[in-house]
């Protein structure tokens, strides 16, 4: 056989077997799929509706759905029981505050020339911090000889030039304080050069200030009407070189600028800028009820019977005082400061509520022998109706009241609703020295801190016969307060449960004045408050 023929032969046979090999393989796996799929078939097979409601409605399962039901609910009623739980009787988080920062810190009016006189401005600057004052207005800084402005956009010399008063602001905000400028608008000196051009008739400047010819009887000059300056005196005097009147409301050294000129609204708006580009936080404006007088120079009406014409509180002053003009010019002048980023106190307008304008700020006066229903009366109106400022003010004479008395009037204003207003005088860093913190302004910087002189309630009475002036400032969830004034010049007896709702038994003596101090326990003791006895002209601060 040849080997052709047998190599055909050997690859037919591989072949077949290969053949038969595939075909068993084939049938193999064909059987196992049969059987796969019948076992997959009666794994997923379940039980019949029949059988599947035997079990569920026997008694076991019927008790465990019901047992698991009941579990559910009484779980859920729990957890909404725990969450009222919760809110109800834990303390309450205090309100996010409602005040700006320019409404939270007291108002710390100072003389420029005491904060850089010398050295020590490091220290000086951090002797207010512990005092708790967070921003400052800056008094006397502008170019002046006293309170006569000769120049609005002039760093005053003792101060130095420009650059030191941006280093002052800059030094004063990065120990945490906003500063604010105080500037009186209403007029200037005589010596200020625009008031010269003004005498000269030089056209810009020539309506600058008021002027009037009045008239004259061929030997003398009289004014136009009877209006007064603060003093008592006429407020017009004669200007020899431009022959006519000129308005002044207070120092015949300080002409009024004529505001119904646009020139002069316009001249002052560059002034505020300018104050405002070398950092300052805002403008504290004075004397701006000042600002614009009738137009068409009508009388003031005179308001008493008796013929003292010559005293200023005798006329109405319906013509040259707090007119509707003044609230228009100090809204646009707001808008223009707050587009600045800055804000704008006010003195003394007849309106808290005047778009534009951040606080109007108004002092209470009072005689030097005020009484407790004086007290009452004066203070009430501004507590109950708005965040007011408090600066007390003597009507009699300056430094009228003893130094107990001052102490008194600073606890009153720093624990009323608002803001005190605390004038610095220039003795504040005598001799370069800073004054040790007392006890009461410690104190009353702590008291301050409390949410309830933001947040708590005000409700005063008059007390022994009106002899005494208190009130507390209660708010849930937080210390509350009573303060206590007895005006009289005799002990006096207090039963403070009688005469305020909640005042517990005993309460802290937090704070006193010296005299109450001296028949008192020392601060910081448990006292009764249903018998207390109170000094005559001294106060107390009793916290509970």
């Known amino acids: 056989m040849s080997l052709e023929k047998d190599d055909g032969a050997v690859e037919k046979l591989m072949e077949e077997g290969k053949k038969k090999v595939d075909s068993t393989s084939d049938k193999y796996d064909e059987l196992n799929k049969m059987e796969l799929a019948d076992h997959t078939e009666t794994a997923y097979a379940g039980m019949g509706k029949e059988e599947l409601m035997k079990y569920a409605n026997s008694p ?180 020899d070189v431009r022959k006519e009147f000129y308005l002044h409301q207070f120092s015949a050294e300080n002409p009024d600028f004529n505001f119904r000129n646009e020139d002069v609204v316009d001249y002052f708006e560059k002034v505020f800028k300018h104050w405002l580009d070398i950092g300052v936080d805002g403008l504290y404006l004075d004397k701006v009820q000042y600002l614009f007088e009738d137009k068409d120079f009508k009388n003031d009406t005179i308001t008493t019977a008796s013929n003292m014409t010559n005293k200023y509180d005798s006329f109405s002053h319906k013509a040259t005082y707090n007119l509707p003009e003044t609230k228009e010019l100090l809204s646009r002048w707001g808008n223009l400061i707050r587009n600045y980023s800055g804000v704008l106190i006010v003195s003394d307008l007849d309106s808290n509520d005047i778009k534009g304008i951040n606080m109007v700020h108004s002092s209470v006066k009072l005689p030097s022998d005020f009484t407790g229903e004086q007290l009452f009366n004066a203070i009430l109106p501004k507590a109950t109706t708005s965040w007011s400022s408090w600066e007390w003010v003597c009507t009699d004479k300056p430094n009228c009241w003893t130094n107990e008395m001052i102490d008194a009037f600073s606890i009153l204003g720093s624990l009323l609703p608002g803001i005190p207003f605390i004038n610095a005088d220039s003795k504040l860093f005598e001799n370069n020295k800073i004054p040790n913190i007392t006890i009461i302004q410690s104190t009353l910087k702590e008291l301050r801190s409390m949410p309830t002189i933001e947040l708590g309630s005000f409700n005063a009475k008059l007390l022994n016969n009106d002899k ?39 309460v802290n003596l937090s704070l006193c004045t010296e005299t109450a101090c001296s028949i008192l326990p020392p601060p910081k003791s448990k006292v009764g408050s249903n018998l207390l006895n109170l000094a005559g002209e001294s106060a107390v601060v009793l916290t509970f």
């Open 468 to 506: 005494v002036f208190a009130f507390d400032r209660v708010m849930s969830g937080s210390e509350s307060l009573l303060f206590a004034w007895n005006l009289s010049k005799n002990v006096t007896v207090l039963n403070l449960t009688k005469e305020f709702d909640g005042i517990p038994s005993e």
């Open 60 to 239: 076991f399962w019927v008790r465990l759905r019901w047992l698991l039901f009941v579990t559910f609910w009484l779980s859920w009623f729990a957890m909404m029981f725990g969450a009222l739980f919760i809110i109800f009787l834990t303390p309450k988080c205090f309100s996010t505050s409602k005040h700006e920062w320019f409404q939270k810190s007291p108002v710390y009016i100072i003389n420029t020339a005491s904060l850089v006189s010398q050295n020590g401005l490091d220290e000086k600057i951090e002797y207010m911090q512990k005092l708790g004052v967070q921003h400052v207005v800056l008094t006397s800084v502008v170019q002046a000889v006293g309170d006569e402005v000769i120049d609005f956009m002039k760093v005053n010399i003792s101060l130095g030039n420009e650059d030191s008063m941006k280093n002052l602001v800059k030094n004063l905000k990065n120990k945490g304080m906003k500063v604010m400028l105080k500037l009186v608008p209403n007029h200037s000196s005589k010596l200020n050069l625009i008031f010269n051009r003004s005498v000269l008739k030089e056209t810009f400047y020539k309506d600058f200030y008021i002027w009037n010819s009045g008239f004259s009887d061929g030997t003398h000059h009289y004014p136009i009407n009877n209006w007064l300056s603060v003093t008592g005196e006429s407020a017009w005097s004669w200007n």
